[in-house]
Structure formats: structure tokens, C-alpha cells
């Protein structure tokens, strides 16, 4: 079975703090993904990676940086957190652009910014 | 970008009735669509999946038809049961592209 794991599962920061946000894939997947799930909006793409240390933009990425320095680890970094990015992040990874591959998601994280 | 619509956004229906959410696409060069299930508390995951060669594809009481020239997608669950109690979501992508478009999600509530 895949296995896609996140750091934590709810973390509480200030308003101003820098904040990072581990997911780590034991499958070997080439691409790996952040997603910001909010009620009424669904899943949002911050930002993906299709290999290590390359990184695409997703559909709102403003406000967060990535980091894939090795191909199991794809980190989301609020470089200086906001109440307005208080959210559930989930991550997610896939074998390869080729043939429609599965997206398996971790737990998510609950974050909370004060 | 692809943009995908899902409809409604909640549905109610008694227990051992059909279920029918609805997508709708905008991007014609999209050939794979995948249908997640995302039960409370849970991380989504995926429960069926089309690509743009056929028409329709069946699994247990879950079925996906697809129609191609009206741009549009639905999921289908017959005999409803409790467990089939979620958020659904529907994405489309361009095989060979990394990245799925996703909607917005409907609330399935099953009432015993």
C-alpha cells in the first residue's frame, strides 16, 4: 500500500511565524503536491513537484514556498503565516505524469494561525 | 486552465436509492477523469476512474459515464447505503500532465 504521511495533524502558530509543513511518500512517486481543502471550495493546487528539486506553480500559491530535496520529501513553507491561510493543508503524490495516475493523499494538517 | 463544475453541491437521498453527481468540464483536450471519495475526518481517495476511450465503466454499484461532446461527467451509486455518506469529488486532467483539476466537492448524505 502507499503510503503518504504529514508531519502533523494540527499545529496552532502566530500570525508572523514561519511555518513548515513535512510530507514524506514511501512509493518512490516522481510528483508530489500541496492542496488547500476549505469548505465551499474544495481542493485548491498550491503548489506541485515532478522531481526533485524542480517545482510548479499550482493555482494559488501566493503566500507559500516548496522545497523537494529528496524525492520521498516535498515540504510547504508559509514564509510569514497569516490568519487567512488558516486551512486544512492535504498532500498528496503520484507515480508519474503518464497515464492518468492515482493521487494518493495523506491525513492532512489542520492549521490554525492566530 | 481546466475548469470542472460539479452539481449539485449536496444531495440527499433515502437509503437504497441511486445517487447521480454531475461534472462538467471546459478544457476538450481533457481525456482522464477521476472520481475521489472523501468520508469525514478521512483523506480523500479514489474510488473509479474514466478515461476518455469509453463511454462507461462499472464497479460494484459504482459507475462513471462520460460524454464527451457536451463536456460532462457523472458518478453513479445505486443502492445507497450509509457508508456511501461523503464528499465526492470530480477532477480532469490531459494524460502525461501532472497535475488534476479538481471541483468543488458534493456532500452526499444517505438517510437510513
Known amino acids: 500500500d502507499v503510503k503518504v504521511t504529514q508531519s502533523s495533524r494540527y499545529l496552532v502558530k502566530r500570525t508572523g511565524e514561519k511555518v513548515f509543513l513535512e510530507c514524506v511518500q514511501d512509493m518512490d512517486h516522481e510528483n508530489m503536491f500541496w492542496y488547500r481543502q476549505d469548505p465551499g471550495l474544495g481542493l485548491r493546487l498550491i503548489y506541485f513537484?515532478?522531481?526533485?528539486?524542480?517545482?510548479e506553480k499550482g493555482d494559488i500559491p501566493e503566500g507559500y514556498s516548496v522545497s523537494r530535496e529528496k524525492k520521498e520529501r516535498f515540504s510547504l513553507i508559509l514564509e510569514s503565516a497569516s490568519t487567512n491561510q488558516t486551512s486544512m493543508y492535504l498532500c498528496?503524490?503520484?507515480?508519474?505524469?503518464?497515464?492518468?495516475?492515482?493521487?494518493?493523499f495523506g491525513p492532512g494538517t489542520r492549521l490554525t494561525v492566530l | 486552465g481546466e475548469n470542472v463544475e460539479q452539481h449539485p453541491s449536496t444531495l440527499s437521498v433515502q437509503e437504497g436509492d441511486s445517487a447521480v453527481i454531475k461534472c462538467t468540464y471546459s478544457?476538450?483536450?481533457?481525456?482522464?477523469f477521476p472520481w475521489y471519495k472523501q468520508e469525514l475526518g478521512k483523506r480523500p481517495q479514489l474510488i473509479i476512474d474514466?478515461?476518455?476511450?469509453?463511454g462507461e465503466k462499472k464497479d460494484q454499484r459504482i459507475a462513471v459515464t462520460l460524454n464527451k461532446t457536451a463536456k460532462h461527467f457523472s458518478l453513479h451509486i445505486t443502492e445507497t447505503q450509509p457508508e456511501d455518506s461523503a464528499v465526492y469529488f470530480c477532477?480532469?486532467?490531459?494524460?502525461?500532465?501532472?497535475?488534476?483539476?479538481f471541483g468543488k466537492g458534493n456532500q452526499v448524505v444517505v438517510i437510513p
Open positions: 478544457d476538450s483536450a481533457s481525456n482522464y
Open positions: 498528496a503524490s503520484s507515480l508519474s505524469a503518464g497515464a492518468g495516475d492515482t493521487q494518493y
Open positions: 513537484s515532478y522531481d526533485v528539486k524542480m517545482k
Open positions: 477532477a480532469a486532467s490531459i494524460v502525461g500532465n501532472n497535475r488534476l483539476a
Open positions: 474514466i478515461r476518455s476511450n469509453v
